[in-house]
């Protein structure tokens, strides 16, 4: 590594910022007034020589504390698992169920209520084609192989899946006979299958509504769309139906490393003494790999927000597709929409596999690793943005907006890898998108590492089929009425907007991993997720939840520990001598 040429580069944006060569990275250390400086000097210390960046430069007067849960018990003091897999968004969840494939034995923690709360709750479940990505990055190995797993995948574990394709438009003719060949070759050389060109006659076929001003696009047959917490629930529930064990309100908070091996890992439960640590924290993912003797690079947190439409729109997009980046474009709304786009994948309008529509999202450097509030600003670069491509958007379609906090290392790969500097971490970091098509093969590597090292073998009884209700509202009229015949409780409906039933919150409530939250059984089978956003519905979840677990409705949170929903009566019987009014 040229760490002079490096520090040049980095010096010319920071002239304060030390730079040093540490373990095979470049360090970087001072105090700066401004995050945009700070991010800006991680990625002009990149170099590919190196191990990664370790940007420790501090924010002036800057300080985030993590959200951990308050409980504090011994429930984990003294365990031994084989392996330990720190997080639960759906690359932990995946390596939870590939490792119950194994004879060991697997826990998994999470410092919040439940699995996939994070950015694996927080994002538009694409599943990438790949066709933004470079040769030789570990996301394109992991992208194209965790695709072609998807459809099975989703079988198995009763999730919805749908091919509905990635759509790239160009405005211009120069876009479609140089831009558009250019594309296909990159798409041929990557190994990005079931990519053609599409004429604006051939395009109308299969869009219902494509831009006028579109000239021809680059079509991606390859790509699809899931439910991105359902899928993340469902490998935790399969894992668990497998024998691994899910510790939730966990927080991991420091670890005896001795001689390059992790001796104990304490968390607020107790302390845990695995033979092989899994670090799939996400956003935290860094500081753990801190924990661990094991750090190579740094998570610079990105958040992106996106839309919900109305289920009414749902006829406005078949395939996901995004504006080229050379349509036409106000010079206003450029200017408003670059600050709030920044890094992304450039967005676009997708039909999800729930039936609504989502737009965007955008991306935004910030220090925040867990700040995912939305502003009016972003929600309106959004849709000027993608209004050139998708002239109906409204304001008055939008039922909900949500942000999401991306994992992202300054090099823009992910980290997946045994340990460096200590022999029994094995490091899932940096699964940033498009991590959610990547989890599924990145755990089938990590799996087959586990079981090199422990010697472990495959379980002979192994299940990869979930057990799970199907969709009572997608059922035919003889269907659900069979279920309706074994339980009542199926024909009792409980949120109008998804047509979900009292049974299947009552199923969600008896799952391997339930959660006894209004978000969590939201999460689950989508109560709340309609256009009155839970106004009529909720009430009623309350009571299911507290008759089902036996206690008062004032117990029941809306999700989040402290998200009170009921403190008390407001009205009060009246008394008449012995007797209630």
Known sequence: MNLNAVAKKVHKIAPSVKVEEYRGCVRLSGELDSWDLIYRCGV????????????????????????????????????KPDVLVVGGGITGCALARELSRLDISVLLVDKANDVGTGASSRNDGCIHPGIDLHRGQLKLHYVLRGNAMYENLCKELGCDFERWAQTFMFSTKWERYIIAPLMLLKGKLLGVPDMSFKTPAEMRKIEPHPPKWLTGAVYMASAGVVSPYKVTIALAENAVENGAEVSLNTVVESMDVQGGVIRAVHTNRGTVYPRIVVNAAGAYSDVIAEMAGDRTFTIHPRKGTDLILDKKKAYYAISSFARSYFAPLPKEAREQTHAAVGHTKGGGVMRTVDGNILVGPNAVEQPYREDTTTNLDDVMAIIRKQKVAAEELSTADIITYFAGVRAAT???????????????VIEAAGIQS????????????????????????????????????????????????????RNPAYGEIVCRCEEVSKGEIIDALESPLKVCTVDGIKRRVRPGMGRCQGGFCSPLVVKIIAEHEGIAPEDVLKGDEGSVILYGNTKKAAEVGNEKL
């Open 434 to 485: 498009p991590g959610i098509t990547a989890a599924p093969a990145i755990a089938c590597d990590v799996r087959d590492w586990v079981k090199d090292m422990l010697g472990a073998k495959m379980k002979k009884d192994f299940n990869p089929v979930r057990k799970h209700t199907p969709k009572l509202a997608e059922l035919s009229e003889a269907e659900r009425g069979e279920y309706v015949k």
């Open 410 to 424: 300054y090099e823009e790969d992910f980290v997946v890898r045994k340990g460096i500097f200590t022999k029994n």
């Open 44 to 79: 002009a210390a990149v170099s590919g020589k190196s191990l990664g960046v370790l940007n420790d430069i501090r924010l002036k007067g800057f300080s985030e504390e993590m959200k951990k849960p308050s409980v504090r018990d011994t429930a984990l003091e003294g365990r």
